[in-house]
């Protein structure tokens, strides 16, 4: 089963090579789905009871997951069951908790694989998914049974005559889909807590899963700092963004404790929700059909006195301006908000990076065509410092017109649009020299050099 995930890509360095092989990454869940589903047919034979939907009530769900900062909270989390709250533990976090004298109210498993089975630990009520081995079922004979929205075939896999059930979304992970277990059961408050998504250190749990050795990773950039993952973990901390933005559109309150990729992500929703934007953007083929960078490559090289040096393409787009720099004789470096912006066989050095925060990149020569409008106005400047810090020179192409492609993903995308005269002002005022400088009719052109004037 494809999960609901995109937008990755990871990096191999073989020995001898000059730049590293760039790999699209597709997530598919840990189980074939011809198992999956048998499990869900046996499991849902069972006489276990099944979980059905709840009335709203005034309780408070505490959701703990097993990500490292949970250790940090244990005291919060105590003093919160001894007030009368419940406690959810999501898979091997039931044992973590009970070593540390917390009750456990329910414990929440998903995963598919035996494995599994290491990971029951003590708790009132064991809440496991129907598509659970059924060696987790013989071992908790009065486990509850909760039935995972898995497509259109979900129904045909129960009994004839199946009870009334609730069927849960969320999807992605079990501290995803372990919300949505809450909701169901009529919560309406929920924290959570060691919902990282992200390492500490050499640590991806607070307790050694056995489960999760060899996850694959891959460092992430989020709002200026860089985390390590499991491509499950990034997954789940993306997913988290939409589900708890539905929840909370139900009426529940949510608060995230503790640190890493998820919390940071949730904290700063207009970062996530630029990011999803673009991400959704160069999904439509008709988005990449037109790449301004790409057509004013030619204005560039005639204002460059010698056609070499290091280049970085800030808001590359597609990448296509970025080639033909390379093929006039620049060593490029790729620089854009988001992972799939680039076409397919764009080869070229790339970073991921955020135009409104430092980087960490250097070159002789800075080109950004068609990206300062995008950025909010009061971001503007702070763009500009940035790209200028990397670059003695910097080409900018800069559009003073409304754009017409937002629509197809229901954004603007053109969030700063001024005349020529106002991006002229920025400049000076920021002490940057003007080499060069046009106004077209939809756009405007500068060559902007570090050093004052």
Known sequence: ???????????????????????????????????????????????????????????????????????KD??????????????????????????????????????????????????????????VHPALFDAVPDAVLWQLDVGPQTEELFPDDYPEYALIGGAASVGNTALCVAYAMGYREMHCFGYDSSHEGDSSHAIHQKINDGDPCAYVDFNGKTYLCSLTMKMQAEKFQRTSADLKALGVELHVHGYGLLPDMYHNPDKVAEAVKYSEMWNHPEYRELAPGENVVPVFLDLVAERRGSLIDFGCG????????????????????????????????????DLTLPMHVKADFGYCADVLEHLPTEQVQSAIHNIMACVGKCFFQVSTVHDNMGAMAGHSLHLTVRPHLWWAQQFRNMGFRILHSEEESISSIFYVMREQA
């Open 1 to 71: 089963m494809l999960l609901p995930y995109h937008n990755l890509k990871m990096k191999h360095q073989n020995p001898g090579a000059s730049m590293p092989l760039v790999l699209p990454i597709n997530v598919v869940c840990n189980t074939d789905d011809e198992v999956l589903f048998e499990q869900i047919r046996a499991n849902s034979r069972r006489p276990n009871k099944w979980l059905t939907a709840a009335p709203a009530h005034c309780g408070v769900a505490i959701m703990c997951g097993s990500g490292p900062s949970i250790k």
């Open 74 to 131: 244990l005291e919060k989390i105590r003093e919160m069951a001894k007030a009368g709250h419940t406690v959810f533990a999501l898979n091997n976090c039931a044992n973590f908790l009970a070593l540390h004298g917390i009750y456990v109210d329910y414990q929440v498993i998903l995963d598919a694989r035996i494995e599994t089975k290491s990971l029951i630990g003590p708790a009132g009520t064991h809440l496991f998914a129907s598509q």
């Open 318 to 353: 597609t990448g296509r301006a970025g080639v033909k720099l390379a093929a006039a004789g620049f060593e490029v470096h790729l620089v854009d908000f988001t992972e799939n912006s680039r076409d397919p066989g764009v080869d070229l050095p790339f970073t991921q990076a």
